[in-house]
Structures are given as structure tokens and as C-alpha cells.
């Protein structure tokens, strides 16, 4: 077992980068078109959910998937649209972590609710696609976090037994989800006041060097 890589799996929205400010935008816009007014305190209530959750908690438990399917899709194309157009930024730290940990021969996965064309659109418009060796996205799950599907689907995907994986996350049910994986995790708290991680940091560039190996060495 010592032998074995570690693996660092990422969420992607609030961990990577923030990205809330264009998905209000593009959530909003989407649903005003079906008449509904969305607030900032029902957005922020469902960030990270999957958008059949987000949207059958909306509209009904009975909507259509059809309906599901075509209101989110209007909804990620404008989210795509703003990324494209106005560009995004790394959170704090996220670039030195990525660099470092290649570095140190760890596999790297992104693990995110989010639709593949949006994890792609993002990677692209960050400048880091080459830094992941596989990337599960909402289309590769049945179920969403804190279901630990998508983290064991990432594990798998890397090569890398769940006891060897350190999970980032912004939020709850991430972090619930990589326990239920057996996995690690480090909390950031760009989007929630307090997380139940086994370590948490404002940001990426409060980790010390040394923090990930340290994590694993404790399993």
C-alpha cells in the first residue's frame, strides 16, 4: 500500500474557482423565462446541487425530465456563455497546489455535480485541463453528493484506492461524501462559515507544503 500514489480529488464550483456570480446570473435568467423569480436566497440554498434536485425542488417533484433537461440546458449554455465572454479566475493557492502536487507524482481528478461541457469550458478557461488525469462529471453519476458515488467513480478512474484519496470541497455535502468514500478532505471555506473536514483553510494558500502527504500518513 505505501507504495501506491496518492490522489487528490477536486470539486470543482467554490474549490477550483468561484463561479457563483455567473451561475445566479444564468440560473436566474433561465428560470424568468418559465415565469419564475428566482431570489438570491433560493440560489444560494441549492448551489451545488444537481440541476434535476434544483429544479424538481422548484417546479415539483413531477417535472417532466424532458422539462429538466431543457430548462438546465438553457441555463448551462448561458453559464458557459458568461465564462466564455467575461473569463474566470483561479481561487487563491489553487494554481501553486496543482503545480505542487504534479510535481510530487500525485494523480489528480476533478469531481464535480457540474455537466462535462461546463467542467471542460472551465479547465479550458483556466489554463489547467493538463493538470487532471480523469474528470467525472454529472453525467457519469446517478446519484449527487453526499452520495460518495462520484468520489469512488474518481478513485476508480485514477487507479487509487479510496484510502489514498484527499478530497478538496466548499461545501457540506461534499464533505459528508468523502467520508462516506472513506476518503480524506480539506474543507475550503469560500462559500460556507464552517466545514467538518479533517482540516479546513480560508484559502488554498494557507496549506502548508507537507499538508497532503501528512493527511494520508494518518490513515
Not at 468523502?178 to 478532505?185: E, I, P, V
Amino acid at each position: 500500500m505505501a507504495h501506491q500514489p496518492g490522489a487528490v480529488l477536486w470539486d470543482m464550483d467554490g474549490t477550483l474557482l468561484d463561479s457563483a456570480e455567473y451561475h445566479w446570473l444564468a440560473w436566474r435568467e433561465a428560470l424568468a423565462a418559465e415565469g419564475f423569480d428566482l431570489t438570491r436566497a433560493q440560489f444560494e440554498s441549492t448551489f451545488g446541487q444537481r440541476n434535476d434536485t434544483i429544479l424538481r425542488a422548484t417546479f415539483g417533484p413531477d417535472l417532466p425530465l424532458g422539462e429538466v433537461d431543457r430548462i438546465a440546458g438553457v441555463k448551462e449554455a448561458r453559464y458557459r456563455e458568461l465564462v466564455k465572454t467575461h473569463g474566470i479566475d483561479a481561487l487563491p493557492g489553487v494554481r501553486r497546489c496543482l503545480d505542487r502536487l504534479n510535481a510530487g507524482g500525485w494523480r489528480q481528478a476533478v469531481a464535480s455535480a457540474a455537466p462535462r461541457l461546463n467542467v471542460e469550458t472551465i479547465l479550458d478557461a483556466l489554463n489547467i485541463a493538463d493538470c487532471f488525469d480523469a474528470i467525472v462529471s454529472a453525467e457519469d453519476v446517478q446519484r449527487g453528493k453526499p452520495d460518495p458515488q462520484v468520489f469512488l467513480l474518481a478513485a476508480e478512474r485514477l487507479g487509487v484506492s479510496p484510502a489514498r484519496c484527499i478530497v478538496l470541497e466548499d461545501a457540506p455535502a461534499g464533505i459528508e461524501g468523502a467520508r462516506r468514500a472513506g476518503m480524506r478532505s480539506i474543507g475550503v471555506l469560500s462559500t460556507h462559515a464552517s466545514l467538518r473536514a479533517d482540516l479546513t483553510v480560508r484559502t488554498l494558500d494557507e496549506l502548508p507544503d507537507d499538508t497532503f502527504e501528512r493527511l494520508l500518513s494518518k490513515t
